[in-house]
């Protein structure tokens, strides 16, 4: 048994899966899961993002948002990386079923197989959807 | 390591549950819950993907759910069980985790 | 088992709040502990102590008012989401000056860390949402 004085590190570290499976603006899901993310960025855990189905366009370049007046935030998943959270995986066959490459999306990401994420889904202690 | 699966809209309506079924590893479970009850049922259009997923996963559809839409356990596929919200929480003992599909 | 609940919609829109509370009724009386439950997005609307809905069916943010009461259970509500929305307790209200405040008994204000902390100490962690 060691000493409290002696002990160090963050405590507990769990593997936190964020899902993201809709589109942004039509709903608020993929701005407020974001903002979920960079909070959480403070208490070190193990994070990682998923895009499928419809999230894969939250991440898609070029979005300019003037003409519905609302703010376009897709900027904000550029500064993930200085949070820590640079796990971010994007689903093949979501990309594909939408005509979409990784060249079309604005950050660095890990395109994987569907079965690809259903193993890493299944290694997740904590998973959000929203 | 198993997982439960809650799938809570109508196939009819999303790709909710497809998108479920698409990530659910053979050992884990789904349970249909709120408008999810509707892939449940026997005779639909959806009903031979889900009698498919009895292969090698686990098929609950929470009761009450069932009853609120205007069915039964009858109408139910073979093979999927019912259970009640005390077997949605002993469930999500039996699983290490839980994940939902909205 | 400890859990924690995450509630991302409003009260009678979906069905979201309806099963969450009969989840946390079902698991309490099978002798586990709700850590807390969250309110993240529309979900925050449960907290509202303005509701008068008719009189002939279930008062949701009475439901959870209750349950906090009888047992202790830790409701919070996300102070980014509740912003959006309008929901603000009396010390909220005085900050941003405004002439009223609308949380109802038993919930409390405060961040997104709160969701994070629940999801580190809980055993499971569940999701109700659109």
């Not at chain 1, 960025?41 to 519905?68: H, P, R």
Request: proline share 4%; with cysteine; charged share 25%.
């Amino acid at each position: 048994m060691s000493e409290p004085w002696e002990e160090e590190g963050p405590g507990t570290i769990k593997k936190f899966l964020y899902v993201n499976r809709k589109a942004p603006y039509g709903t608020i899901y993929a701005l407020e899961s974001l903002e979920v993310v960079l909070i959480a960025a403070a208490f070190e855990q193990d994070v990682s993002m998923a895009f499928l189905d419809d999230g894969v366009y939250q991440i898609k370049k070029g979005q300019d948002t003037k003409g519905i007046g609302m703010k376009n935030f897709s900027p904000t998943y550029r500064a993930l990386e200085g949070y820590d959270v640079e796990k971010l995986y994007v689903e093949a066959e979501s990309l594909a079923e939408r005509g979409l490459t990784e060249d079309d999306l604005l950050v660095p990401v890990e395109v994987m197989s569907r079965a690809a994420l259903a193993e890493l889904m299944d290694q997740q202690d904590v998973i959000l959807s929203f | 390591m198993s997982m439960l699966h809650t799938v809570n809209k109508s196939p009819f309506e999303r790709n909710t549950l497809n998108s479920c079924l698409g990530h659910a590893l053979p050992g884990s479970a789904i349970l249909l819950i709120e408008d999810g009850v509707f892939g449940a049922v026997e005779g639909t259009a959806q009903a031979d993907t889900l009698r498919a997923a009895l292969a090698d996963r686990a098929v609950y559809v929470l009761g009450p759910d069932l009853l609120a839409r205007g069915m039964t356990a009858e109408h139910v596929i073979e093979g999927i069980a019912v259970v009640d919200y005390n077997g949605f929480v002993e469930l999500t003992t039996q699983y290490d985790k839980v994940q939902s599909w909205l | 088992m400890k859990y924690g609940i995450l509630v991302n919609e409003g009260p009678y829109q979906h069905q979201a709040s309806d099963t969450a509370y009969q989840f946390a009724k079902a698991a309490m009386e099978q002798g586990h502990e709700i850590f807390r439950v969250f309110f993240y997005h529309d979900g925050v609307n449960n907290g509202t102590r303005f509701a008068v809905p008719p009189q002939d069916d279930r008062k949701i943010p009475d439901l959870w008012s209750e349950m906090a009461e009888q047992h202790g259970t830790d409701l919070v509500i996300c102070i980014a989401a509740a912003q959006r929305r309008g929901l603000l307790d009396e010390g909220e209200a005085k900050r941003q000056g405004k002439d009223g405040n609308n949380i109802a008994p038993g919930f409390r204000i405060s961040g997104l860390g709160q969701l994070i902390e629940a999801g580190i100490q809980c055993d499971r962690m569940m999701v109700f949402g659109d």
